[in-house]
Each structure stands twice: as structure tokens, then as C-alpha cells.
């Protein structure tokens, strides 16, 4: 790794971070946040709370303090087509009286009356950290209000110091297999799917909905974006599981297959060559029922991206030679980001997420170019040191990264939990390219603290630093998948 300063990399975080072509690939993931580095990665409780969230006609109660509870409130978009339950917050509230007798019976009378006053069609009782050390039976309380209530009262165990925010979504696909298989599946096509892992957090989910439906494919669940429980109730029905953010999701679709035969296919929905790719490998596995999809996939990619080049070439003009930077939750995110930064004539010089596996990671040093710095649970001051030394022009991340790139004058992108405009499939990528578009080439960037010592060094005939060049094709002969071999 390049050499790098120890006011800013722990030396216990030296083995999470790597760069491209600095020797071989080797680096750790997975481990608990390092204790002071202000991680950027989240607890077990906010991982299951992420995941199962998006269910909106379910009741989805905290066991706990009220500071968990008002911690994950509200803080993605997850739109809902119907029911909103799910934009209600309900919490028990824990209090010191609680911790020391008990709060079982604190969390029976919350769901007595929840349940009567709001009706949902189930119910997710969420443990927290409290919870944990004081004992309180979840599974007893919950079992006995489902008996008398009549609804699945399922609890969730996602005490935050059994782990990280991986260990919550493994907890939030266990609750979510309880409902799995106990739905009527009758009226289900042969060419069905259920797609895995999009939160919907702008209406991306209606869009991936739209093209299966111009494919001929049947929905049967959304999990968990714009969700609904009898839908995943009858979840086993789908004749094949569409996984995209592997971490979140990926869990339940093993489960899904087997206990219940259903295979699963990993998709992206990021970027031109993912999304086409995605289709195609789908169109695939039916083309052995419906002979047709296959034509009617190609057609639509084509018809798509066909549309789409010639507004992504006149913002490629303004773009070419700038750098990024990306830091998301899921690494299988990143992987779309730096193909879509590709077709914009942008390169990406720092790449990282929360949640990557090792394989992630090593895939991600296959693709990236040498030099990039690929980083696993960044803390503040690891990113801020790469994203001044790389001198990036955008980052993209999420709601704790906006503060560290308007600190540092950097054009942010919100790739995450509070975005509202829809970044996925090919109007998402003319989305992308528009926002990565208007951030970089905002004027107000040439008047902070680095961008006016360049413009001075400039001015008087020095060098200022110049921003990497790209070898992505010239606008107008980019590498688009219009057909299915394109992306095979």
C-alpha cells in the first residue's frame, strides 16, 4: 500500500486497505468496527432495521431504549406504492424501572395495542442491545401474540453488540423466513421472480417492476422495497430469486432454495452494462419456457440505450479526465459506479464500502485502475486524507460522507439512503450522469482553499495538478450491450 500518514490510518487498519497494483491483493474485512475510529459502519440492530424496513404494511416495533428507535427512523427513502405503516416509528421505550424487572410486559401491551389501533398484516419486534444483556424472551412474548392476535408476530434478534451491520441483515432474512412458504402460490406464472435486495428508496423497484413486465415476467414479491407480506408469504411460489445487494439479501435467498428449490441469480441494476447484463441473464434462464423473451429483452435494451447515448455524450464532453470517489454501503454498488463513471470519461481513484467481503474487494482490485485505493470500513479521517490526496472532483456516498466532501469543496453525490431521485436502470443512469454532472461543473468549486491555489499556479504559468486521464472510449463509441452477446 501506498505509504500513508499515521495521523490518519490506524495502524490496526492498515490490513483493510489496499492499492491497486501495490503488490498482491490481500486485505481483511468483515471484523468489528475498530473501537475510537469513528467507523462508518452501523450496528446489528440498524443492519436488520435496514433490511426490514421497507415491509409497509407491517408493524415494526423497537425493544428498546428510545435512542435506537430515533436513530433509524425515517433515514431512507423506501416509497411505498400503498399502506405507509412503516414511516411509523413505535419503540418501547426501555426505561431504568424496565432494565431492572424486566420488559416483557412493557413490550405485550405495545403490541396489544398496536396491533388493535393500526392492523397490521404482521409484525417485527426488534431486540436491541439492552434487550440483549437484560434477558427478556422475545420469542415467548411474540409467540403468544401471534396466538392472540392472529397475525405473524415475528422477533427480530439483532442485539448490537452480537456484531456488525452484516450480522443484522443474516437477522432480518431469519425473521423474514418465517413468513416464506406460508402463503397460496396457485395463481403464480411458470416465468415468475422475486426480486431481492432494492429498498426502493426513489421508485427504483417500479422501474426493474416495468421491465420484467415489457419481458413477460410476473413479479411475485418485492424484498423488501415497496413490500408487502402476503407477498412474501407466498415468496416460494417464484419460479427464480433475483438478488441484488448481495450482503442484505443474499441470506435468504440460500434459505429460499434450500428449503424450498428455488435458485437464485445475482443482478445490478446500476449503470448500462449491469442492467442490460442483468436482463439478459434472466431472459436466459426462461428462454426454455418462453422462446420469445430473448427478442423481447434484446429489443428493449436496445430501444433503452439507444436513447440514452447521445444525452450521456454531451455530458461527457465536460466530464472527461475527472476523478471520483466512492464510498457506499454495499460493494456490489461499486462495482456499477465504476463502469457508469467509465461511460462518463471519469476515472475512480478511491473506492470503499461498509459491508465487503473479501471477494468483493478482490474483484474490485481486478477492475480498478492501478493507484486507486479500495478501502473496507472507512473511518472520517481515512477518507478525508484520500479524497484531498487522490484531489477527486465528486464523491459519492451516503448522508455521513455529505459533511466530509463539503468540507474538503468536493461535489457530492448521494448514492444512499436519502437520495430522491431514482439511480437505477438506464433512465437512472441519465439521472446519475446529470447529478455527477451538475456537482462537478458547478462554478463554486473554483473558489475554495485548493481549487484557488491551483488557479493562482495556473495563472502565473505553473503546473497545477492535473487530473488523470481515462481510457474509456471517446464519446459516441462506447462499448454498449445492445444485444445479448454484448454482455455475455
Not at 2 to 7: C, I, K, V, W, Y
Not at 366 to 374: A, E, H, K
Request: charged share 25%.
Amino acid at each position: 500500500m501506498a505509504e500513508t500518514s499515521p495521523l490518519t490510518v490506524f495502524e490496526e487498519r492498515q490490513d483493510q486497505i489496499h492499492c491497486t497494483g501495490d503488490g498482491p491483493f490481500e486485505m481483511a474485512c468483515n471484523r468489528d468496527s475498530l473501537a475510537g475510529a469513528v467507523s462508518q459502519r452501523a450496528c446489528v440492530f440498524c443492519g436488520s432495521r435496514v433490511v426490514l424496513y421497507p415491509i409497509a404494511d407491517a408493524l415494526h416495533l423497537v425493544h428498546g431504549p428510545i435512542g435506537c428507535a430515533a436513530y433509524t427512523w425515517d433515514i431512507r427513502g423506501s416509497l411505498s406504492s400503498g399502506p405507509e405503516l412503516h414511516r411509523l416509528s413505535f419503540s418501547t421505550d426501555l426505561r431504568e424501572r424496565d432494565v431492572i424487572f424486566g420488559g416483557e410486559k412493557k413490550l405485550a401491551a405495545a403490541l396489544d395495542e398496536l396491533i388493535d389501533r393500526h392492523h397490521p398484516n404482521a409484525a417485527f419486534v426488534y431486540s436491541t442491545c439492552i434487550v440483549g444483556i437484560i434477558g427478556d424472551d422475545l420469542e415467548a412474548v411474540c409467540r403468544t401474540m401471534t396466538e392472540k392476535k392472529g397475525i405473524p408476530v415475528i422477533p427480530v434478534l439483532s442485539e448490537g453488540f452480537k456484531g456488525n451491520k452484516r450480522a443484522g441483515y443474516l437477522a432480518a432474512c431469519k425473521a423474514m423466513n418465517r413468513l416464506v412458504g406460508t402463503g397460496d402460490v396457485t395463481d403464480i406464472s411458470p416465468v415468475s421472480v422475486n426480486i431481492l435486495g432494492d429498498f426502493n428508496l426513489a421508485g427504483e423497484i417500479w422501474i426493474i417492476r416495468n421491465y420484467f413486465e415489457r419481458m413477460g415476467v410476473q413479479v411475485v414479491a418485492n424484498i423488501t422495497g415497496d413490500g408487502r407480506v402476503a407477498d412474501i408469504r407466498r415468496a416460494h411460489g417464484a419460479a427464480l430469486n433475483v438478488v441484488q445487494c448481495s450482503g442484505a439479501t443474499l441470506d435468504l435467498a440460500k434459505m429460499m432454495r434450500e428449503e424450498h428449490g428455488v435458485p437464485f441469480v445475482r443482478a445490478a441494476y446500476l449503470g448500462i452494462e449491469d442492467m442490460a447484463d442483468s436482463l439478459y441473464r434472466i431472459a436466459d434462464f426462461f428462454k426454455g419456457i418462453d422462446p420469445g423473451i430473448v427478442d423481447r429483452t434484446r429489443a428493449l435494451v436496445r430501444e433503452e440505450v439507444s436513447a440514452l447515448l447521445p444525452r450521456l455524450a454531451e455530458m461527457r464532453r465536460d466530464l472527461e479526465g475527472k476523478k471520483a470517489a466512492i464510498y457506499v454501503g454495499g460493494a456490489f454498488k461499486a462495482f456499477s459506479l465504476i463502469k457508469a463513471f467509465r461511460h462518463l470519461g471519469m476515472t475512480v481513484a478511491v473506492v470503499g464500502s461498509q459491508t465487503g467481503t473479501e471477494e468483493d474487494y478482490a474483484e474490485l482490485a481486478q477492475v480498478t485502475d492501478p493507484g486507486t485505493i479500495i478501502i473496507d470500513d472507512a473511518n472520517p479521517l481515512e477518507l478525508s486524507r484520500f479524497v484531498k490526496e487522490k484531489d477527486v472532483d465528486v464523491f459519492v456516498g451516503g448522508v455521513k460522507e455529505r459533511p466530509i466532501a463539503y468540507k474538503l469543496g468536493v461535489g457530492f453525490c448521494d448514492h444512499n439512503h436519502e437520495r430522491k431521485i431514482a439511480l437505477e436502470g438506464f433512465e437512472g443512469m441519465y439521472n446519475f450522469a446529470r447529478e455527477v454532472h451538475a456537482s462537478a461543473m458547478s462554478p463554486v468549486w473554483r473558489f475554495v482553499p485548493r481549487r484557488e491555489a491551483q488557479n493562482r499556479a495556473a495563472a502565473k504559468g505553473g503546473t497545477a495538478p492535473a487530473d488523470a486521464g481515462s481510457d474509456a472510449p471517446a464519446p459516441g463509441e462506447a462499448n454498449i450491450p445492445n444485444d445479448k452477446e454484448a454482455v455475455a
